[in-house]
């Protein structure tokens, strides 16, 4: 099926989709906050796919990384781990570095994931350390380069800054998008309060 667009980002949506236009079709696509963030509005981009069939929707995820979309596929085949929980688990660290935590089973850098209790992340470590191995890695493909290392780091700040912010009360797609807003004017940040700050200077409207 469809497994790699290559278009102009045509629409930005809440919470974290976007609308690809290419040879006159539109593909709505739903992606990971870094994916997203990575987007720029009537500029080109290339997305890997996954075709997402479902008894009452039929829905496209994508992905800036392929390494990305070949975790996602391996998640959603758990028991329990929706589409929406894969989400938020790449949301918050990279392929890389997710591959890295179930090798150390690190069980409580999956328990500061949004929506994944001690528990879960027991099942899950014990789950992934199998799974991942069906992916081929001998290209040095989850090496942690340093490019990778940044990526990760601050996929690990976007999801604090989304967690802490939905504990102050504002919606899930609000905070989403002020995260997004306060990294498109091109600052770099280093730590999570340094997000948080300029988020919450876009949602005050300052």
Not at 25 to 42: A, K, R, T, W
Request: glycine share 8%; proline share 2%.
């Amino acid at each position: 099926m469809i497994g790699l667009i290559t278009g102009q980002v045509q629409y930005l949506m809440a919470p974290t989709a976007c609308i690809i236009t290419t040879s006159g079709v539109g593909y709505d696509i739903e992606l990971p906050l870094p994916s997203f963030c990575q987007l720029q509005l009537n500029e080109q981009a290339s997305i890997w796919t996954h075709f997402h069939v479902r008894e009452d929707a039929q829905l496209l995820y994508g992905f800036i990384d392929r390494k990305e979309r070949d975790v996602f596929r391996q998640l959603i085949k758990i028991n329990g781990v929706g589409a929406k929980m894969a989400l938020a688990m790449l949301s918050a660290m990279s392929a890389a570095e997710l591959k890295m935590h179930v090798e150390q089973e690190s069980e409580t850098a999956l328990t500061r994931i949004p929506g994944i209790g001690k528990k879960t992340a027991q099942r899950l470590l014990i789950e992934l350390k199998d799974k991942l191995k069906n992916i081929d890695v001998d290209n040095g493909a989850f090496e942690l380069t340093p490019q990778e290392t940044t990526i990760s780091h601050e996929g690990s700040i976007i999801a604090e800054v989304e967690g802490a912010l939905i504990s102050l009360g504002y919606k899930e797609k609000e905070a989403q998008l002020a995260i997004k807003a306060a990294k498109s004017k091109g600052d770099t940040f280093a730590d999570t309060q340094g997000l948080l700050k300029a988020t919450l200077q876009q949602l005050s409207g300052f």
